[in-house]
């Protein structure tokens, strides 16, 4: 059966000093985990480099899964062959010529990498014994050389124990290996931008759990089920991950019916940080993430964010703090969550939205609305009522 070789390269990876070892162990874990439903392939670290050793036919299918796997620069699929300057040069000229037939001309060139330094020939010899044989056969049909606006390129790559010749490399999501970096709680509305903000820690090594503040005696099971699925194409770039979901009506119904109107999003907002604060520490999380934005609505203004964040000792993260809209829609339409997203469902801070929401909460009266209601008592009733989704077995169920 003929076989390739998927080479593949780490990002940040590569500029770790001592503790390289351990990201790159937990990328090779990662990739294994994300390939584990393909045949015989076979997964080894070498020299700087990871390599995967498929069927042919399953060689697409393995890009299509890596293509979830933060921490992966990018990847190629090549043949593995000896370094031979004649088999590569013929494998060269198979590939350029179904190239040529269809643009008539091309301008092509060859790039040599040498981690085995033992090798006799330097790169630059490489490249020249292997152009120059392309271009004997193909030279009367439309190629030249050109190493700085090449069409094709034909890349080799000499390593200790295998050569790999390939043509293509295919972008991936960048960062560091999901698992690298320890776990974090992110608050997932079924918005544009929580998405984006859960993702983007993933993409730092962490694996990020969902919490969701459900108010489904006002609004329905809408919101819920659009979670479920954010959610879900969430975890299929980690794995691992759960979904917090806590009932929110109780809670909302006494800040309504106890405190200035003015203030309801931002004391709503308190209560989801201390409730997601609790719930972070007993599942081991070291950090809070949300979508925040400065100035995007009401309740995101310099002066509402430190009110909120004031309720927790934890770090709050928020990666999409200087990012405008454009950018940030732009982001959950590459991570495929945009389109349920806008699906038209109400989140829970909208209930009972005051016409005039606070712009400038000041703490001492958010304090004293406070005290108008038994916050630590619903507050633990709510926590008493979480439900647990264990996403990855949610999805064999899917
Ligand atoms: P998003 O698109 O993420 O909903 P947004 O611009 O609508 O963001 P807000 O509704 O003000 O902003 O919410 C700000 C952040 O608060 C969200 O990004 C999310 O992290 C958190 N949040 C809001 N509502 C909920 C909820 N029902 N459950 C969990 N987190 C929430
Ligand atoms: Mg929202």
């Given at each position: 059966m003929e076989t390739r070789t998927l080479l593949i390269r780490y990002d940040e990876i590569g500029l770790k000093g001592r503790n390289r070892k351990h990201f790159e162990n937990q990328l090779v874990k990662n990739i294994r985990y994300a390939l584990r439903?393909?045949?015989?392939i076979k997964i080894n670290k070498i020299h700087g480099r990871i390599l995967g050793f498929v069927n042919l036919a399953d060689a697409d299918k393995c890009i299509d899964y890596l293509?979830?796997?933060?921490?992966?620069a990018s990847i190629s699929i090549g043949h593995s062959m000896e370094p031979d300057f004649d088999k590569i040069a013929k494998l060269g000229i198979s590939l350029i010529q179904t190239k040529l037939q269809d643009l008539g001309q091309l301008k092509f060139c060859v790039r040599t990498r040498r981690s085995n330094k033992s090798f006799p020939s330097t790169s630059k010899e490489f490249n020249f014994e292997v152009g120059s044989r392309i271009m004997e056969t193909l030279s009367s049909k439309g190629l030249s050389v050109d190493i700085?606006?090449?069409?094709f390129v034909l890349e080799v790559e000499i390593g200790p124990q295998k050569t790999i010749v390939f043509d293509n490399r295919v972008p991936g999501l960048k960062g560091l290996p999901v698992g690298s970096s320890g776990q974090v709680l992110s608050l997932l509305s079924g918005g544009i931008d929580s998405p984006v903000s859960t993702f983007k820690l993933m993409t730092r090594g962490c694996r990020v759990h969902s919490i969701f503040f459900d108010n489904r005696t006002f609004l329905g099971r809408g919101g819920y089920d659009k979670v479920i699925r954010l959610a879900n194409i969430l975890n299929r770039y980690q794995g691992g991950g759960k979904l917090f979901v806590i009932p929110f009506q109780d809670i909302q119904v006494a800040i309504r019916d106890h405190c200035h109107d003015m203030n309801r999003v931002v004391l709503y907002r308190r209560m989801m940080y201390r409730i997601s604060n609790v719930l972070a520490e007993l599942n081991n999380c070291h950090a809070l993430v949300t979508g925040e934005s400065v100035g995007?609505?009401?309740?995101?203004?310099l002066k509402n964010l430190a009110a909120v964040s004031c309720v927790t000792q934890m770090s709050v993260f928020?990666?999409?703090?200087?990012?405008?809209k454009h950018e940030i829609i732009k982001d959950a339409k590459k991570i495929g969550t945009f389109d349920i997203s806008i699906e038209a469902q109400p989140d829970c801070c909208s209930v009972f939205m005051p016409d005039h929401p606070t712009t400038r909460s000041k703490i001492k009266y958010l304090e004293s609305d406070e005290r108008l209601f038994p916050w630590e008592e619903l507050m633990a009733q709510a926590l008493a009522s979480v439900e647990i989704i264990n996403l990855d077995e949610l999805n064999s169920r899917v």
């Open positions: 439903g393909i045949q015989n293509n979830f796997v933060p921490g992966i700085n606006r090449a069409d995007q609505v009401a309740s995101q203004t928020r990666p999409l703090i200087g990012m405008n």
